[in-house]
């Protein structure tokens, strides 16, 4: 049996040579169907640990799973959330560890418009939600409102409550062997235009560079330089104004969890 790891963040195919640059892992659809392809449909297994990302590559890599002949399962090994919790659903059997988490919500995007685009994206936002809310529902068991109810709430699944909700099937091993620690922040996939700004850069930096297609390699001084400048781009990206919270409390972690934006899909273009 292969293992499949989706770790990281869910991004577009074409993002992926930056986060392979900086040696982050990642999860993209090209990739995903790569493995497929060798796997050539002998049996499967996902191992589970993204914060979600963009709703078109998840979707694509779910569509590229459900079409697989071979039998697939999943294991959650740390975080499930937004649509790699949709990519988990392509499994037959989950199992979930006792120190990982489900988390569930809406479609999320940002958009800008006068009142009739507003509320256009609106309708595509809950059209899109209402899709997801019936997959949930078929794999809990429960109603298409019970589901929805679920995601309005953006609710987070222990191993245990995943288990009773019929979003998994069991847990992968009964005994912690260490005290679950609860983070205040998650990783978050780059935006496009700011991986778009870097490549311009880099392109700028390296001397010895004669088209865009020959192969270069970065010394000291311009790695660092890349370095420096990434830092200013994120730095920039995160004093934007009315910019959400990363998180704020909520009454009932167990049923109404927190928000963080940091789980949030990326839909159509994602955070700019």
Known sequence: MKTLNLHGPVIDSDDSWFYDLLEIENINAKSVEEFLDEANGEDIKLSIDSGGGSVRTGSSIYTLLMNYQGKITAEVTGLCASIASVIMLAAEHIAVSPAATIVIHNVWSVNQGDYRDMAKQSDV????????????????????????????????????????AGIADEKSFEVVKTPLQMMASMDQAFSSDKIAKLKNFMKAQIKNETNDSQEFKLDSEQYQGITDRLDQLISFESEEPNEEPVAKKSNNSADKPLKNQKFKPLFLGGIK
């Open 125 to 164: 936002l809950k059209e899109m939600s209402s899709s997801i809310a019936k997959m949930y529902a078929k794999r809990m068991g429960c109603t298409l409102e019970e589901a929805q109810a679920a995601m309005d709430e953006e609710t987070y699944y222990s191993a245990d409550q995943a288990v009773e």
